[in-house]
């Protein structure tokens, strides 16, 4: 069976430094990788997808950014993170068009 | 472009008591899919059902009971006899075809109480 991992599960980082958060699938291969934020008390918003290594789609322009290095592991990141960059942070993936599965999720705080 | 709304921001109900979510879409696509993922408190997101814009046809697993309408753009999710485990918030999400992303709607929150 397939299964996602998150990590770390909470962060606490102050505004301006660095954020890399890891993800990563087993038990498929090829996925359709995601990358969404949601903020306190709202819905999910889709940042990045990947359907592939190396190619990554922005959904909103941001101070993030993500890589995908290797087939079933997605990269979220930034090199100065601002207050408004904190939120639940959820990893998902899919079979090309079918329903996505979402990891446990991580939870970021910047202070 | 494509909008999810889902117009109950929080329900709270009574053990056993039967309570319907309510989900409209906006969408210019032909081909689209419709879900529904539950959002306990622990944070993960729960993958419950898909629909595609061909199949209309309503469906039932065990309490769980959806009504996929094309003629007023709704997808509504009915629980039956609702329990306090059903205490989560709960998200529509539609996937224009063409597009693997999904837009969610900004979610209900069921309060079910003993």
């Known amino acids: 069976s397939q299964t996602i991992h998150q990590w770390p599960a909470t962060l606490v980082q102050p505004v301006g430094s660095p954020l890399s958060l890891e993800c990563t699938v087993e038990g498929t291969s090829n996925p359709n990788l995601y990358w969404y934020r949601q903020a306190a008390g709202r819905g999910l918003q889709l940042l990045f997808y990947s359907v592939g290594i190396g190619q990554i789609s922005s959904e909103v322009p941001q101070n993030l950014s993500a890589s995908r290095p290797q087939d079933r592991q997605f990269i979220l990141s930034s090199k100065k993170l601002l207050l408004s960059d904190s939120g639940f942070y959820l990893c998902?993936?899919?079979?090309?068009?079918?329903?996505?599965?979402f990891g446990p999720g991580t939870r970021l705080t910047v202070t | 472009a494509q909008k999810v709304t889902q117009a109950q921001t929080e329900i709270s109900v009574v053990e056993k008591e039967d309570v319907t979510l309510d989900c409209v879409y906006e969408?210019?696509?032909?081909?689209?899919?419709l879900f529904w993922y539950k959002q306990p408190p622990s944070g993960e997101l729960v993958f419950l059902i898909r629909?595609?814009?061909?199949?209309?046809q309503n469906e039932i697993s065990g309490r769980y009971s959806w009504n996929f309408q094309k003629s007023t753009s709704s997808f509504n999710f009915t629980i039956t006899a609702s329990q306090v485990v059903d205490s989560a918030v709960y998200f529509c999400?539609?996937?224009?075809?063409?597009?693997?992303?999904?837009?969610f709607g900004s979610g209900t929150r069921l309060q079910v109480q003993p």
């Open positions: 969408t210019r696509d032909t081909t689209y899919y």
């Open positions: 998902a993936w899919s079979r090309d068009r079918d329903e996505q599965y």
């Open positions: 629909r595609n814009s061909f199949d209309e």
């Open positions: 999400a539609l996937s224009p075809g063409g597009r693997r992303a999904l837009t």
